[in-house]
């Protein structure tokens, strides 16, 4: 790969640490990547400069047990660890997928003399190192040390290793673990007869015990909604005289070129082994007009002077209502800037006045009531019309508020209507950003109604990036790329080190999804302006780690359950965080990165994640007639949480029609002028 450009990107850096991170990126992705794309991506990556290590390609083919060792070259890295137990036989058996994948099946027999038993079958796969980074996809990153949240934390409570059932994650029974030169992994594809497992990561200061355990468990105790637990769930089986189980998995190892990154191989084997493609479940067409209903028609609200969209609607015994606290905000889950937007696109599109006067008085709301001198605004307006105290000012609302605004003035003038005060909002915001930019170039997470950082930290403030990418592009002002660029190294500085990003969303202090977004976009943002390859690479990078968020497998659905009334499917849907263990479809707004990425890599599986994110992003979307356990969804509503595991309610949704999902797919909507990767 070639070097960087002499580009802001470059010039202006003050952060040595990132640089560090940045070079040894850079030496990764020219000579390892090009391996994390499996059969007949190997030769299609080549063109993208990822290209795969001639040397470490012949280390993998090299991969093979022997016996219950699995050896790369002539190193041992890990072992299957035999079962043993009373009037039991064990076979396990092992197949090279290729590519350092293994299918290893064990079959236990109860002997047909003895009395029937209760089992409890382990597969144990122990590594031989101590990990520096582990895994376990949607529920724990290298033990959860960042947050205050008190989700499972590090690998044992009070002396008992966790245990997670296999619906908690989104590799099922998912777990890795890398050392200084080889990592590994573990997950379940399936047991004969069918029953639900759990796994376990249990590192020691030599080895680290990948677990798959039959039936299911959850222990010591079982997390069941955020920072709360319920008892621990353990199933029993029992076999018959002469009964067999069978249980599936496969094991996984690669050499580490560079610290932190072999999963993204990982996450690659687990993807390009399934087959779930379905058509979506409305078009594009279909989706616009519904949101489109939904924000107009439920959301619409005026208040005082507040006129613009409610944050969402909840259900009592009379009805659907609009929620009466924490009512209006510019964007995160209110997302009224956007919704604007699209009222002001339909206007475009299909002439309607309402959805003109809707989307202007909106907008004007802000710049009348909402501003503050400093040059941000509020983030949540409802203290203009009760007299309390602005809450946080933070980042993610800030950032959405001017990407918005700069798309609104020029959707304002094509409506034939000049805006420039649209502008001014946005760019007061942007230029409050370049004044109190920290010097490791970070922006911080929040901030007072006088302009006082509140809190630095957290990956949440990458958001401001894309906004400062939106205002060089509006205004051709060097300096507002020179900020993106050095802020975007900053922040993926983070990603580099840590392997994972921080505090999205604002309702949790912890590791998770929504922080990776900015990351992303302003990726493929600045590859597009500076022609710098180093951002392709980096977006890439982010958008592997949000890959470990999305849900590659279907969880069974009870037929006593709101998943059953809608034929709710899990495959393509992404968990929250390591606070909130449920699926929202938050991920549609990664889709038009992943097909981007798919193009740019020439690699289809970011293609099969994007369309796998669609179709379970518009799940649950009401036609107006969708009734879940007796209660019908008003046309384009969406419910925000799905509780695939022991979150709340188990196979059953929040009945919260929040705004954030409808302005999102109509956000992708906007983006992606041509619909048709949309609707297949």
């Not at 909106?362 to 105290?389: E, K």
């Amino acid at each position: 790969m070639k070097q960087p450009d002499d580009s802001p990107a470059q010039s202006t850096t003050q952060n040595s640490l990132v640089d560090g991170d940045r070079r040894r990126f850079l030496q990764w992705s020219a000579t390892t990547l090009g391996a994390a794309c499996f059969g007949s991506f190997l030769t299609s990556c080549a063109s993208t400069g990822r290209t795969g290590n001639e040397n470490a390609s012949r280390r993998d083919s090299q991969a093979r047990f022997a016996g219950n060792r699995l050896l790369i070259g002539d190193e041992c890295v890990g072992e299957i660890t035999p079962f043993t137990a009373t009037d039991l036989v064990c076979r396990d058996d092992i197949r090279d997928l290729g590519d350092g994948v293994f299918e290893w099946t064990r079959t236990i027999t109860l002997g047909s003399g003895a009395s029937p038993r209760p089992v409890r079958l382990t597969l144990d796969f122990v590594a031989a190192h101590n990990p520096t980074f582990s895994l376990i996809p949607a529920i724990s990153y290298n033990g959860n040390p960042w947050g205050t949240g008190r989700e499972p934390k590090g690998f044992t409570q009070d002396g008992e290793p966790w245990s997670f059932a296999f619906h908690r994650s989104a590799v099922p029974g998912g777990t890795y673990s890398e050392g200084p030169r080889w990592a590994v992994a573990l997950w379940a594809t399936g047991s004969t007869p069918p029953r639900g497992g759990s796994c376990s990561l249990i590192p020691d200061e030599n080895h680290t015990t990948h677990r798959l355990i039959w039936p299911e468990e959850e222990r010591p105790r079982t997390y069941t909604n955020r920072d709360k637990y319920g008892p621990p769930c353990i199933e029993t089986m029992t076999l018959q005289p002469g009964e067999s189980m069978t249980a599936t998995a496969h094991v996984f190892a690669a050499p580490v070129q560079q610290p932190r990154t072999a999963w993204q191989r990982w996450i690659d084997a687990c993807w390009s082994r399934v087959e779930h493609d379905a058509p979506p479940l409305h078009s594009a067409d279909e989706l616009w007009a519904l949101g489109v209903h939904f924000a107009r028609e439920r959301l619409w609200a005026e208040e005082g002077v507040f006129r613009g969209f409610s944050i969402g609607l909840l259900h009592n015994e009379q009805g659907w209502y609009q929620r009466t606290s924490h009512k209006y905000e510019i964007g995160w889950a209110g997302q009224n800037a956007s919704l604007a937007c699209a009222l002001l696109e339909d206007h475009l599109r299909t002439g309607d006045q309402a959805s003109l006067d809707k989307g202007l008085a909106t907008l004007d709301t802000w710049v009348q009531h909402g501003r503050f001198p400093c040059g941000l605004v509020y983030a949540v307006i409802d203290p203009v019309l009760d007299g309390s105290a602005p809450g946080w000012l933070d980042a993610c609302n800030m950032g959405n508020a001017v990407e918005c605004y700069l798309e609104a003035y020029e959707l304002a003038r094509q409506c034939g209507k000049d805006k420039p005060e649209y502008r001014e909002l946005a760019l007061g915001i942007c230029d409050f950003m370049l004044k109190t930019q920290q010097p490791d170039g970070r922006y911080g997470r929040a901030w007072s109604a006088d302009g006082k950082r509140i809190s630095p930290d957290g990956t949440i403030g990458c958001f401001i990036v894309p906004a400062m990418i939106a205002a060089h592009r509006a205004t051709g002002r060097r300096e507002y790329l020179e900020s993106a660029a050095r802020a975007y190294r900053a922040y993926y500085g983070g990603l580099a080190k840590h392997a994972f990003t921080t505090a999205g969303a604002l309702d949790t202090d912890c590791i998770d999804k929504e922080s990776a977004w900015p990351l992303m976009d302003a990726g493929l943002a600045l590859f597009d302006i500076t022609g710098d390859e180093f951002y392709v690479d980096a977006a890439e990078d982010a958008a592997y780690y949000t890959a470990t968020w999305q849900y590659c497998h279907s969880v069974p659905v009870s037929p006593n359950s709101m998943f059953a009334d809608m034929a709710y499917d899990s495959f393509g849907g992404t968990a929250v965080s390591t606070q909130h263990h449920h699926v929202d479809p938050y991920g549609v707004r990664f889709v038009p990165v992943y097909l981007r990425l798919a193009e740019l890599r020439n690699n289809s599986l970011w293609a099969k994640r994007a369309r796998a994110l669609w179709r379970n992003g518009m799940m649950g979307v009401s036609d107006g007639t969708l009734k879940l356990r007796g209660v019908v969804l008003p046309r384009g509503g969406q419910c925000e949480g799905y509780f695939q595991t022991r979150w709340v309610s188990q196979g059953n949704c929040s009945l919260w029609l929040v705004a954030w999902p409808t302005a999102f797919r109509l956000e992708v909507l906007r983006r992606m002028k041509n619909w048709d990767a949309l609707n297949t």
